[in-house]
């Protein structure tokens, strides 16, 4: 059974839909149509003709029947007293030997209690259903016997021949067809006497997990919803696994989890089904009482064929798409639907701000701040520029003197002394526009620039070139953020597209030309841009690899 969590969900594409197949495929089918896409599969019941399939189940059996083969082996277990949750981290559990015999002991313990109830227990030790000797080997965790759990046990390891410790239940179980060709890292015993849920975790290998006994659901999401798993420290111990404590996720802590069950899918596997888990595909695996499973490990061919020395080239490149994709999602580009209606959306937004009121008094800040007596010809002006240009004119130039005056105001009260206060003011000019410098919502300016369309936005410019150059210097050079930055450029290069080469070099010319120092003006907007793409960059180390930078984030 395959469901998914949420029927609106819409970032998930079809193409990353889970899907079940009844019958195994080729080893060449499986590699291109499957495993090339880096989409989970489950083929159900592949592996009912294996030996294990009969001679492991415990309700048949199976218990004494790996009593008999392997019990007197010695595993590495897991202990956790965060059970029936099992972290990856090293932090929360130990590994420590334990002879399979025990965890027989275990399972055979946990049957008993499950079918009769817990006095027919010492009935079945009097009768000598349990194995007496397993009974020592199980006392130091017969208090709890729901914190062991056999995570990962080899059975056999290419890499490292020695840690194999259960090679004899190799002969119980084939590779499946379609795995011949691979040359796999590992097979692994997982086997839990009580119920158990592994951390939400990805593997760094292609993963093929085949259900020997009982039931597993995994609960899986793509590797493009990492960020809302809030993944380890890539510098750390555990950093395949997520920090979100799922059975009791804190919001406040990781804010975008909130979405993280609109972006899973959840499949169900009985004995006998195997499930196909790519490379990095974060699961979280809940298992039934007494479930017993085999998985595959083997590299994929990307990671397999990746040459070294190009490993710095591919992380410039895989850095520099998840940089871009993070800009895009704080701006992210708009159709031609979406273009009118934000066109007719914008004169709301900009009547808010009340300019119609305060016309009066802003032509006479215009007239003495910019034109230094010149008349403002406020009527040829709006005969030339449509109503949303005179409403986005007046509101930038409103910002800017009232942001002037602000800082004008707060230096008077902050200094003794009226020397050298056209830099202090400028410093606090600066201050005010940094405050939200990464949030289009908090940015008045940006978000009068984003709601125009290029053109519009250029008529305003040239508006303010002949009637407010010194206003227009302010704006650029003090009161233009990050965000806003990178708004302009993108609307300059929208502009660009639409215009003749003729036409956008006197624009060009015209706008710089306004500035005191062009190559300040150019320096701003620049410095301005790279800051907006440095901020982006921090949030996908953040999001990505666990490496929190602290200060603002665009959107968070």
Not at 71 to 90: H, I, N, R, T
């Amino acid at each position: 059974m395959v469901s998914n969590r949420s029927s609106v969900r819409t970032a998930m594409e079809e193409s990353l839909q889970i899907q079940r197949l009844e019958e195994a495929p080729s080893a060449r089918d499986f590699e291109s149509r499957i495993e090339s896409t880096n989409v989970p599969a489950v083929f159900s019941g592949c592996v009912k003709d294996w030996k294990a399939f009969s001679k492991w189940n415990p309700s048949n059996g199976g218990l004494d029947y790996l009593q008999e083969r392997v019990g007197l082996c010695v595993v590495e277990a897991m202990l956790s007293s965060s059970a029936p949750v099992f972290y990856g981290d090293l932090r929360s559990h130990e590994r420590v030997p334990l002879p399979f015999s025990a965890f027989i002991g275990l399972c055979k313990q946990r049957m008993c209690h499950s079918e009769d109830g817990s006095g027919a227990c010492f009935e079945a030790e009097q009768r000598g259903l349990l194995d007496p000797a397993s009974e020592y080997d199980r006392k130091p965790y017969e208090d709890a016997p729901q914190q062991i759990y056999l995570a990962q046990v080899p059975i056999i390891n290419t890499e490292n021949e020695e840690r194999v410790q259960l090679e004899s239940l190799r002969e119980d179980f084939q590779t499946p067809v379609f795995l011949e060709d691979k040359i796999l890292a590992s097979t692994n015993l997982w086997m839990n006497n009580a119920q158990a849920r592994s951390s939400t975790h990805y593997d760094p290998h292609h993963n093929l997990l085949c259900v020997v006994s009982g039931c597993k659901q995994v609960v899986l999401w793509p590797p493009s919803a990492s960020a809302m798993l809030y993944p380890m420290p890539i510098y750390g111990e555990a950093s395949n696994h997520s920090s979100v404590p799922l059975e009791n996720p804190d919001f406040s802590n990781y804010p975008r989890a909130q979405c993280l069950m609109e972006y899973s899918q959840k499949v169900i596997l009985h004995a006998g089904d195997a499930l196909f888990i790519p490379e990095g595909w974060f699961h979280q695996v809940d298992s039934d009482d007494l479930t017993i499973a085999v998985n595959f490990w083997w590299r994929s061919n990307i990671v397999s064929n990746m040459s070294e020395h190009m490993d710095a080239y591919y992380l410039r490149i895989i850095l520099r798409r998840l940089t871009d994709k993070e800009m895009n999602r704080v701006l992210p580009k708009s159709s031609l639907a979406e273009m009118e209606n934000k066109k007719k959306h914008t004169c709301v937004v900009l009547n808010n701000g009340g300019v119609d009121q305060n016309d009066n008094d802003l032509d006479q800040a215009c007239e003495r701040k910019d034109l230094k007596g010149k008349e403002l010809e406020q009527r040829t002006m709006s005969h030339e520029l449509e109503p949303l240009a005179i409403h986005a004119l007046h509101e930038l130039v409103s910002l800017v003197h009232h942001r002037v005056n602000a800082a004008e105001l707060r230096q008077q009260v902050q200094s003794t002394s009226t020397t050298d206060s056209a830099g202090s003011v400028k410093d606090e000019f600066t201050k005010v526009v940094r405050a939200n410098s990464f949030s289009l919502e908090d940015d008045p300016v940006a978000k009068i620039i984003w709601a125009l369309q290029p053109c519009t936005l250029r008529n305003v410019f040239l508006a303010m070139v002949k009637n407010f150059p010194r206003t227009l210097e302010a704006l650029i050079l003090h009161l233009l953020s990050p965000v806003g930055a990178e708004v302009l450029t993108r609307k300059f290069e929208e502009m660009d597209q639409q215009i003749t080469e003729e036409d956008r070099n006197r624009f060009y010319q015209v706008f710089y030309g306004a500035f005191d120092d062009q190559f300040a003006a150019m320096d701003a907007i620049l410095n301005g841009k790279e800051l907006f793409a440095l901020q982006a960059y921090k949030n996908v180390l953040d999001k990505y690899l666990g490496v929190d930078w602290g200060g603002p984030k665009p959107g968070v």
